[in-house]
């Protein structure tokens, strides 16, 4: 009867929030609001049953009907994907196991409602361009504009939200608000036929690339990797719980570009984290024990992650002389991240970024898509690409199917994506290039691309896990 208890108290708690999907081990997952449940078998077991779902049934005879939620999307791409791959994190290692995932009934109550970088799941709140991909509804960027440029915004009734100066990349961005009664679409047109030689675009939002984190308790250490206490990393994704036990020996520089401060820790930076510089008596990143730069874009606020923050965050790392950056998110092309990716790697610095999980037929993400950025996409532990992994663009694979990551709010978990995959070869080019420069990115990637395996005739190679660390089981 205590377990029937803490279960609906659970269930209870999961209720007031949206629909939760979660990353499933051997087909078995949360499933919508009010209930948990058997999740379908999708891509590596991906699933759960839908929000909609009438009533669901929990072991012991427990039912409860669920709150019907309208369906939520993830476009990348091109491609629409379910909101599996950011949905809440409900992890822990205390509580109640049910179905063979692990609750933690305080980890629920304080995720329901938000995916895994933070962000309220309250598509209202967002804007779409007109391939129906999520923007800041009501604005658009302007990319170092002239004098002329915001002259010509002012007399067409734009607004200027902010300017921002990128004065380590080269560049300047001025976030400008639509007239009142126009969308970001019409908005963008009007501007562009006025100021033909002006560089406009969508406040396009970024998603990440990965599921939740699953929390088991295998351990995946034979023995831990040297540390790496002089290597520094940079990752531009969601917040870090920087008190999690992985971090014990790591050190968190964090600084959110979004939002007012007191923004949530989320389940994919810290998962993020923890592969890049964990430390754990029984876990271990690729680096532990490194200093990591860590860049929150998207600090709790419902349109976090859009291009403007994201080139903030890229000037962030270049002012701290940051040599080496992960980014395990992924969306459309932006002039905007064009320009910044492009100053970003010009000046001698390695971005490695996740190319998405929109399936191999799937054109091409951003940035992972755009020149001299270090494409990563997913393999399993017996070397064969995920299923739903994009392989455009990708120059290397690496281990992205049931990797050993943090979970929040403690302990490890399972997770599955393209997010997983990119901070090994963003960890290895951190070993090997410890101040920008291009000479010195150019013998890092010669380097690895000799280590690197070739897989058949794709033209990506296989980077390897070091040795001391397999996934989990």
Known sequence: ??????????????????????QLVGGRGIGGVGGIGAGGLGPRGIGGLPSNVPVTTVPGGIATPAIPSA???????????PLSTVTPGVTGTIGNTVNGVTQDVGAIAATAGRDLV???LNQTLLGRDPRGLPIVPGEVLAVSPSEQSLAIARRLNFRIVRQDQLGALGLSTTVLAAPSGMDAIAALAALRQADPTGSYDY???YNPTGGQSTTNNTADLTAPPSASPNTSIGMIDGGVEARHSAFASAHIVSRSFAGTGNAPATAHGTAIASLLAGADKNFSGY??????????????????????EIALALNWLVENKIAVANISLAGPPNVLLAAAVKAFVESGHVLVAASGNDGPAAPPNYP?????????TAIDAAHHFALDANRNAARFAAL??????AALPAGYGSASGTSYASPLVAARFALLVTQPGKGNCETALATLSHEATPLSETGIAYLATPSGRVAAK
Do not use: H
């Open 203 to 205: 406040a396009n939002i």
């Open 287 to 308: 680096a532990p024990g490194a200093t990591v730069y860590a860049a929150d874009v998207f600090g709790g606020e419902p349109t976090g992650g859009s291009a403007a």
């Open 71 to 81: 369906p939520l999307s993830n476009p990348v791409g091109a491609v629409t994907q």
């Open 368 to 376: 992972a898509a755009y020149p001299g950025v270090i494409g990563v």
């Open 400 to 405: 992205g199917v049931n990797v050993r990551a």
């Open 118 to 120: 933070g962000r309220p």
């Open 1 to 22: 009867m205590a377990l029937k208890r803490l279960i609906l108290a659970a269930l209870i708690l999961v209720s007031t929030g949206a629909g939760v999907d979660a």
